[in-house]
């Protein structure tokens, strides 16, 4: 969700919440690190967390937009890494920008004249 709020948001939301305390070694917690990563999701439309919480878990989530473009929510899945992010990676994540798609548009989402939200 931080990765579709404002660029300028994400230093203020660092601040708020510094120290960054990661829940494994592979949690982001510099925050060059993280505002990278947010980019990067941003610029996907998808973000991935693999094993960042839990050994041996992924997860994938996008985010879930109105009318006018405001972030309402996720859609996420999560399951065993290897199969999350393993071979299916393609077909998860295809599946799961289309759903957000599809639930954005019955939040109004591109009938305003032109798509609020792009899910990459």
Excluded at 72 to 99: F, H, K, N, P, T
Aim: charged share 20%; glycine share 14%.
């Amino acid at each position: 969700m931080l990765a579709r709020r404002e660029a300028s948001e994400w230093d203020d939301c660092i601040r708020r919440n510094s120290p960054l305390a990661g829940f494994r070694p592979s949690t982001v917690v510099e925050p060059a690190g993280l505002k990278a990563l947010l980019a990067k999701t941003r610029e996907s439309g998808l973000a991935i967390s693999g094993q960042d919480v839990t050994v041996g878990v992924a997860a994938l989530g996008v985010a879930i937009t109105d009318y006018k473009g405001r972030v309402r929510g996720v859609l996420s899945i999560s399951g065993l890494r290897e199969s999350a992010l393993g071979d299916s990676l393609e077909q998860w994540s295809g599946a799961l920008i289309a759903a957000g798609h599809e639930v954005s548009r019955a939040l109004g989402c591109g009938l305003v004249g032109e798509q609020v939200a792009d899910f990459g």
